[in-house]
């Protein structure tokens, strides 16, 4: 379970399990993971996601934005999805999915209203 605040330029991101945070990500023009020191997008890629992908792709996903330049765009009455390799991305008024079989890496997120 997590909280996601945005604001213009800004994300933060607080993931909780069994009532303590276990994550906190801060996206602005550099990344913070846990309240460490700021960090540039392609360093944080390289140790916890993939260097190949996207500078800035951790917050397009938290934003709902299109990746990869919009590749593979497939705009829909509800939002967009995208293919690309062994990615899957979706985006919809409710839910945010992103999942890379490849790199075994699994984000979902899901509005309560």
Same mark, same amino acid.
């Given at each position: 379970?997590?909280?996601?605040? @945005? %604001? !213009?330029? %800004?994300?933060?991101?607080? +993931?909780?399990?069994?009532?303590?945070?276990?994550? @906190?990500? !801060?996206?602005?023009?550099?990344? %913070? /993971?846990?309240?460490?020191?700021?960090?540039?997008?392609?360093?944080?890629?390289?140790?916890?996601?993939? $260097? !190949? &992908?996207?500078?800035?792709?951790?917050?397009?996903?938290? %934003?709902?934005?299109?990746?990869?330049? $919009?590749? =593979?765009?497939?705009? =829909?009455? =509800?939002?967009? #999805?995208?293919?690309?390799? !062994?990615?899957? &991305?979706? /985006? #919809?008024?409710? =839910?945010?999915?992103?999942?890379?079989? @490849?790199?075994?890496?699994? +984000?979902? +997120?899901?509005? +309560?209203?």
């Amino acid at each position: 379970m997590g909280i996601i605040s @945005k %604001s !213009e330029d %800004s994300i933060l991101v607080d +993931i909780f399990a069994v009532g303590h945070q276990v994550l @906190k990500l !801060e996206m602005g023009t550099f990344i %913070s /993971v846990n309240g460490g020191v700021p960090t540039p997008y392609k360093i944080f890629n390289m140790k916890f996601l993939q $260097s !190949e &992908y996207p500078s800035k792709i951790i917050k397009n996903i938290f %934003s709902g934005k299109p990746i990869f330049s $919009s590749q =593979n765009l497939d705009k =829909n009455f =509800n939002g967009f #999805s995208q293919k690309i390799d !062994e990615i899957i &991305y979706k /985006v #919809s008024k409710t =839910n945010i999915y992103f999942k890379d079989s @490849k790199s075994k890496i699994l +984000i979902k +997120i899901r509005k +309560i209203q």
